[in-house]
C-alpha cells in the first residue's frame, strides 16, 4: 500500500507519533484493526514490509535481516505475527543513538506462549502509542469550538455552535469511529462494524487454541447488553444464561473468552478513580465495560438508528460511550488517563474524570438531552464538595446544545459535536 497524501486523513496521533520517534531508537502503535494505524504510520515511514504478506513473513521467519534491512524509519506492519521481531529492533536501537529508525504496528496483542519469544520489554528503546477509532474531531464532525486545553487553562470562551439533530447523533454511534466508513452511506454504514464483529468470530478467537464462535457470539452480546455499565464477570454470566439456553460453562472460560477479545483491542474498559475522596474506602473499584467503538455494540444487537431512537435508555448508554470513545481520544493526547467515579454507599457517581499528566483532574457529566442538566449540575456539585481537592474543571456534555456556556457554578455545558483536544 502505498501512502497517498491527498487521501490521508490527519489524526490526532500524527503529532504523537512525530514526537516519539524524535525521543526513541523505534515506536510501537497498537489498535484494532481498520482503525488506521498503518495509514497514519505510513505518513512517517520512508519503507514498508508488511509481515501479513505470505512471501515476506517467510523472509522475516528465515533470517529477520531480510526485513530489518528498508530505509528509516522503517515500518513493520503486523510485526506480531514474527514476534521475535521485537528484540531484534531492541537490538539495533542499541547499536547506535540513531532515533526513529522503525515504527512496529500490531492490531493483536500476544498470547503468554507468544510472549517467551521475547526476552526484553523494549523500555527506553521503544516507545508505545495506543491508537483508537476516529473521533467525532478527526472525522471532522465535531466542530472544536470546545477545548479541554482551553477549559483547563480557563480561557474557554462562550459561543454558539451549530445543532446537530438527534438522528445525526444515532448515525454518529451507528456508523463509529472507522476510517473506511466516513463516506458510506448512512443506510449502509453498519455493514462494516457487522464485518468486524463476523471477522472476530470466523477467524480471529482461535489464536492460541480452538474456541467455540456461538460462545464467543454470546460474550460479545452479553457484553454489548451491558456497554457503559458496572458489571461484574459473574453477572455477565447470569446474563448469558438469562438470554441463551445453552450458557458459558464457567467464570474460567468466560475470563478467556473475555481475554481475547482484549488481546484484539476490542474492549477499553474505564477504571475507577480513587484520589481526593473523602471516603476512599467507599469507593468503586471494579471497571466500567466499553467496546472500542460503540458501533460494534449496534453490531453486536442488531441496533440502527431508527431502534436506538426508539430506545431512548439504549440509545443514553451509547451515547456515553461515544462521548467517553472521545474523552479517551483526546485526553491521552494531552498525555493524561480516563477515568470513572462511584461512591458504593451512597450512589453517587460521574461518568468520566480526566487525570491530567500533572495530577489535576475534571469531572464530566454525559447527558443524551440538555433537559437532564440541571440533574448533572447537582450531582457535579455534590462531588465537588465531597472532593478534598476540586476538579480543575467540571463539565456537562450532551447531544443537543447550540451553545458552549459556563454557568454561574462554573459548569461548562456544550455539545460533543464542539469538543476537541
Known sequence: MKFNEKE???RLIDKNLAEYLEVFGAVSVEGPKWCGKTWAASKSAKSIKYLDDAETQAQ?????????????????????????????VRRRCDEDSKKGKYILTCSTQLTDKKKANITHSGAGRIGKLKMYTMSLYESGDSSGEASIQAMYDGTQKNCNVEKKDIYEIANFIVRGGWPSNLKTQKKLCGLIPKSYIESILDKDISD??????????????SLARNESTIVSNSTLLRDIKENNMVGIESRLTLDDYIDVLDRLNLLENQPAYNENYRSSERLSKSLKRHFTDPSLVCAALNLNEEKLLNDLNTFGFLFESLVERDLRIYIEYLGGKLYYFRDNV???????????ANGEYAAIEVKLGYNSVNEAKANLMKFKNNMKKPP??????????SAVAQDEDGIYILPITALRP
Do not use: C
Open 8 to 10: 490521508y486523513i490527519a
Open 346 to 356: 451512597t450512589g453517587l457517581e460521574v461518568d468520566a474524570i480526566l487525570e491530567f
Open 60 to 88: 522475516a521467519l528465515l533470517d529477520l535481516d531480510l526485513i530489518l534491512n528498508g530505509e528509516q524509519p522503517e515500518l513493520i506492519d503486523e510485526w506480531h505475527l514474527v514476534p521475535e521481531v521485537w528484540d531484534r
Open 392 to 401: 480543575k474543571f467540571m463539565a456537562i456534555i450532551t447531544s443537543n446544545f
Open 208 to 221: 492460541d487454541r480452538k474456541r467455540d464462535k456461538q460462545k464467543m457470539k454470546m460474550v460479545i452480546q
